[in-house]
């Protein structure tokens, strides 16, 4: 690897390396004529000797050069050049391409940043990804299943906790707008409540300070501390040392106890929050004034999502099967508390352990299904962009016939001119990326506001996953509409050449096919 | 004059031997082709298409490092030095180059 790099190194300076090596040779003959000279011959057969002792110079010049020598580099340096002239030539045929690939790859890597976030991308810092869970809840009321990923009492979620032993680890959070600061300063802010164990999901160690745990998120009102966003950290305080400081959350007087790792969202990275108390500290300040208890103790206030680590060794099923077990005996538990509600045996409760991201979870939202039909467009705008595309470019090759035949009668390989079309292709695709990429990164905004919460970052720019989908959509693109036009041109073309030779203009197809293309 | 018949270098070995010349001191091309000709008492001639090529391979492996200078004659010659990297690849050939010898002469037999 480290080789291969000096090698393109010493090709981007071939030609001081080849001067440097032509002085190193003369000097070794100098060197080997002084040394005849030395032995007492006279100079001319001392510069014969010399040069015979050395051999063929341009030989070893060769053999030496072959080290930073790369002919196919410098066919693609010849190849690229010419194709950029031949944009810059027609300057409207360019601007047309890159604009229309543009738009296709622009509208596929806008929709790819979206659907990577909803449902593909894995979330930072997280443990054994493949082993954590959201719990989904189902039930059927008046005929109608409905499955819960959020909106879950507390105390379901400590009935679940309790009842199923095929999980190490259970934690609820969820996430809002909340106001934060004091008197004029006061502003909305994404604030998480989170369980004490949740930051134990995460592979992540806090850049100041530390998390909470168990001892601060306690029933029924848990203490008044809080983890600040790295992002969060960095705009508000700069980035100074704020451990021990007040920050008011609402009507809760926060000591800010730590700050999170960059790039840390916990499992809300579609709006990242900028603060994360405890869960039993929000709750116990928001029902300060009234009953305290009743949130952990009766089934009425259902605002919570659930997530769990499920047992090595267990499957899916059987972990979906042992929280259904526990989410029945919750139910059974809060009908004795409210009999008028509905009885098992109608409302069937069952508990799935399923996907964290809940667009690729039991009941994708509308969102999520929209998304997918929308991703379907883009990727046909992006097969008919590459369809127009390859047609402009088909055209192209007929006005280029001329030049090719000659190109082909001086003895150009077909290789060559193979490769050539498809570098010119290939430079479209590429300069159709850029675009595209631009074109997602300010189009973009339309996407966020349909499918993503307010206040998610979706940076094109920046993201290093979707630039590379980006690139592979630019590949194939450069693939599609290149590979056509030049077989075209190298076989049919000649072809159709051949025919218009033997026929003329008369002989109709021909005719016909040529005044297509030119209109 | 008559030239003493050329010997095939061990395929190589080469790298070994302008590794170890250049152990001693930083030395031009043609230094090291006179080093290893004066010690191998003429057995060995390092022909410049040889040597050359097998200098920029090193160069570009990162075992050598080569920089222009002036010899004590005042001319401009480029400079071979070796790095860490090289003397690291130099112990290696070394033993290697130890095994193979031994080997060679346990087929052999004892003379």
Redesign the interface.
């Known amino acids: 690897m480290r080789e291969w790099l000096a090698r393109l190194r010493d090709w981007l300076r071939r030609d001081q390396l080849d001067r440097e090596l032509a002085e190193e040779l003369r000097f070794h003959q100098e060197q080997l004529k002084r040394e005849a000279g030395a032995a007492g011959l006279d100079p001319d057969e001392a510069a014969w000797m010399a040069r015979r002792k050395l051999g063929n110079v341009t030989r070893h010049r060769e053999e030496a050069r072959d080290r930073w020598s790369w002919p196919w580099l410098d066919d693609l340096q010849q190849d690229v050049r010419y194709a950029l002239r031949g944009l810059g030539r027609s300057p409207g045929f360019t601007a047309t391409v890159i604009l229309t690939l543009g738009l296709g790859i622009g509208a596929n890597a806008a929709m790819f940043g979206v659907i990577d976030r909803l449902m593909l991308r894995p979330y930072a810092y997280l443990r054994e990804p493949a082993r954590v869970h959201r719990v989904y809840l189902q039930s059927t009321h008046r005929d109608r299943t409905r499955i819960a990923s959020g909106g879950i009492e507390y105390t379901t979620y400590l009935d679940l906790r309790k009842g199923s032993s095929s999980f190490s680890r259970f934690a609820a959070f969820t996430s809002g707008p909340m106001a934060v600061g004091s008197g004029d300063a006061v502003r909305e802010f994404a604030v998480a409540s989170v369980s004490g164990s949740f930051f134990d999901f995460f592979d992540a160690r806090p850049v100041l300070g530390r998390f909470f745990g168990a001892a601060e998120d306690i029933t029924p009102q848990g203490a008044p501390v809080a983890v600040l966003s790295y992002a969060f950290w960095k705009t508000e305080f700069g980035g100074r040392d704020v451990v021990g400081e007040i920050l008011q959350v609402r009507n809760i007087p926060c000591t800010i106890i730590g700050v999170a790792p960059e790039g840390f969202d916990g499992v809300m990275a579609e709006r990242p929050p900028a603060i994360y108390i405890p869960i039993t500290t929000n709750a116990g300040y928001a029902n300060a004034q009234s009953d305290l208890t009743g949130y952990f103790t009766r089934y009425n206030w259902g605002w919570i999502s659930i997530m769990a680590q499920r047992n090595p060794g267990i499957s899916v099923d059987e972990a979906s099967a042992d929280l259904s077990d526990a989410y029945l005996g919750s139910w059974n538990a809060s009908l004795a508390l409210d009999p008028e509600g509905t009885p098992p045996e109608i409302a069937r409760p069952r508990a799935i352990a399923g996907p964290l991201k809940i667009a690729a979870g039991p009941d994708p939202s509308l969102e999520a299904r929209t998304l997918k039909w929308v991703t379907g467009v883009a990727v046909i705008v992006l097969l008919i962009a590459a369809a127009n595309v390859a047609n402009l470019m088909f055209a192209r090759v007929l006005h280029r016939r001329r030049e090719t035949a000659v190109r082909l009668a001086l003895g150009v390989s077909r290789q060559r001119l193979l490769r050539q079309y498809l570098t010119e292709s290939f430079l479209f695709a590429g300069l159709g990326c850029v675009a595209g990429v631009a074109i997602a990164q300010w189009g973009g905004a339309l996407l966020r506001h349909l499918f993503l919460q307010q206040g998610t970052s979706l940076d094109v720019f920046t993201d290093r996953r979707t630039i590379m989908v980006a690139a592979g959509f630019a590949l194939a693109a450069g693939l599609m509409t290149g590979i056509g036009p030049a077989i075209f041109e190298l076989s049919i073309g000649k072809a159709l050449e051949t025919l218009q030779v033997f026929f003329g203009n008369s002989f109709f197809f021909v005719a016909q096919f040529n005044d297509t293309l030119r209109n | 004059m008559i030239l003493p018949t050329r010997r095939d270098l061990l395929p190589g070995t080469l790298d070994m031997l302008i590794l170890k010349t250049l152990t001693s001191q930083t030395m ?3 230094g090291i ?1 006179q080093h290893i000709q004066r010690l191998s008492q003429d057995v060995i001639r390092v ?3 040889s040597l ?2 097998a ?3 090193m ?4 075992w050598i490092k080569a920089e ?1 200078g002036l010899t004590p004659n005042n ?4 400079y071979y030095t070796i790095t860490p990297l090289g003397r690291r690849q130099l112990g290696q050939q070394e033993s290697s180059f130890g095994d193979l010898i031994a080997a060679i002469s346990r087929v052999m037999g004892p003379a």
């Open positions: 031009h091309g043609y082709a022909e410049e298409g050359y090529p200098l920029q391979r160069r570009q492996k990162g222009w001319q401009r010659a480029r």
